[in-house]
């Protein structure tokens, strides 16, 4: 058996911050915008060039989080409530032998500013600062398999929590659109998920995290906390800012 050695093409800047809150796949969130930034001698237009006329592309990434936790060979998938266990090669897990994920996401714009090249991305389901392997244009009439089955993920994940936000909350994303233009519905998608990882809904601080004027990203609170997601039963929640002051 060889032993493979691989260089990141690129990062990921996400506003996903932590694990915690980010979708199981890609494309549940289509808010989920990121910066696909390649590096080294990677960062040339020509390592892309024709990659515009592609409307999703395949990012194959390191799970660079999880990567040095260690894998076994049955896991227990979420879905299942964690009461069953099933080979890792038969689940999208994230501990797993070379630690590789793969994800289609839309391609919504390519740039090359300041001698930076990055890819515009949306939909993604990457942490921030994930480091991608290699990027493939997706290919509709091959990779789409709209008769294939998925066993025990056949179903688009859903929840049925509704996030109502305070009056706070409306006007702090609607002060940020011109910075995050989609704040609102973004953070209306997430934190349903917030709760759907986690099991049974409670009361779970998150803070949208800002600096400089720009929101990097949606971090769970440690302190002090500036969002907090309220549980008023199971179709009502609301986003409440409870400190004056914001990072
Ligand atoms: N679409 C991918 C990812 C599936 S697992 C695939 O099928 O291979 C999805 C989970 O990966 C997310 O819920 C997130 O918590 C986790 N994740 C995303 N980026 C990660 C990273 N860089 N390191 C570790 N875990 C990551």
Redesign the pocket.
Known sequence: MSDYQLTPIAF?ESP?KQ??A?????RLIPEAKAKCKFVGEFNREEFVRGIEDFSHVWLI???????DKGWSPLVRPPRLGGNDKKGVFAT???FRPN?????AVKLEGVHYENGQLWLELSGI???D???ILDIKPYLPYSDSLPNATAGFADTRPETPLVVEFADQAITFCENNSALYPELQSFIEKVMPLRIG?DGPPHINPVRICIQENRLVGIAEAVRPTFFRYRDYGPSAAAIERTTAEWS
Do not use: N, V
Request: proline share 10%.
């Open positions: 990921i996903y694990k915690f980010i979708p199981r796949q890609p990434f390191r799970f660079h989080e999880t990567a999208r897990a994230t630690g590789i994920g793969m994800s389901d990457l942490l600062g994930t480091p990882h």
